[in-house]
């Protein structure tokens, strides 16, 4: 059930879901120190890996289409609009943070919350440059998602830790956590890196193990839009076209479930069920059937 459904509760939604986000935001960090020379996994702790000049000026410009993306779409004016902003705790996302933070004033700034479920996936022994492309031909021939590095995690435990942190957001959206005005369009800004992006849409799309992975990280300071449909749902679609989407790895049928999100119609019940992955492996209905028990 869509986050805008389930707060209507069945009344219209322009009435009751009017204080859910406008926008929710990924955005991942700029170009980074060690994504320009790997082996600097081997000399400094992840976590304190620095922003290259490069990646300074990228989220500057960020920032900038960011505000620009806001204020342009704003449906009641461009001045009536607030961003509250989760970032991870890594040196990268923080600057990533403080540079796209030029571009906002602090008078539009709801909030801003340092967010641990949002670090990078722990790479253990990773560090060890000798060992880093069997690690990654390792990665591709046993399926990313569950692959554990020597002495880090796997995807599937940062899956729950992000799973949690959209679970919290979610409440938080339900409980108006963001909604000081109901006539201003709110929009929550996510810095974060590659991998917890693509987690949390795989959380919020409640995709697959096999879809992810098939996705692609987004560039460096590249960000995706999930925009609030008139159905009460999120998607990809109203920003990024099926080109774009297609880049990223989603598949024909993601792509056109994002369009079903954004323009509608809104599948009832049983054509939602009927898409589930495992509903085939049942008996066909039957109107002989005796459901007596």
Request: hydrophobic content about 30%; charged content about 30%; aromatic content about 10%.
């Amino acid at each position: 059930m869509s986050l805008g459904k389930k707060l209507t509760n069945g009344t219209t939604h322009t009435t009751c879901s009017n204080h859910l986000p406008k926008r929710i935001i990924l955005v991942r960090h700029g170009e980074c120190l060690a994504n320009t020379d790997i082996n600097v996994y081997g000399t400094t702790p992840n976590h304190k890996i620095e922003l290259t000049q490069k990646g300074i000026e990228q989220a500057k410009q960020t920032g900038s289409l960011l505000k620009k993306l806001i204020t342009s779409e704003n449906a009641v004016e461009s001045n009536n609009w607030k961003v509250f902003f989760y970032v991870s705790p890594a040196e990268r996302t923080r600057r990533t943070l403080r540079e796209i933070g030029q571009s906002f004033p602090k008078r539009k700034v709801m909030g801003v919350k340092e967010e641990y479920r949002l670090r990078e996936l722990s790479f253990g022994n990773y560090h060890d440059p000798a060992s880093i492309a069997k690690v990654k031909e390792e990665r591709v021939t046993f399926g990313r998602f569950y692959y554990r590095v020597s002495g880090g995690q796997t995807i599937a435990e940062v899956y729950d830790r992000i799973s949690s942190f959209v679970e919290c957001l979610r409440r938080d959206i339900e409980m108006k956590k963001f909604c000081d005005d109901p006539s201003r369009e709110t929009n929550i800004i996510i810095v974060t890196h590659g991998l917890s992006s693509r987690i949390f849409l795989m959380k919020w799309f409640e995709w697959t193990a096999e879809q992810f992975e098939d996705l692609n990280r987004m560039k460096t300071c590249e960000f995706q839009v999930l925009q609030l449909g008139n159905g009460g749902e999120y998607s990809l679609a109203f920003h990024h076209d099926d080109k774009k989407l297609k880049e990223w790895g989603l598949s024909r049928d993601m792509i056109e479930d994002q369009k079903r999100r954004a323009y509608g119609p809104i599948l009832n019940s049983l054509k939602l069920c009927d898409l589930h992955p495992y509903m085939d492996c049942f008996a066909q209905d039957s109107d002989e059937e005796n459901t007596i028990m």
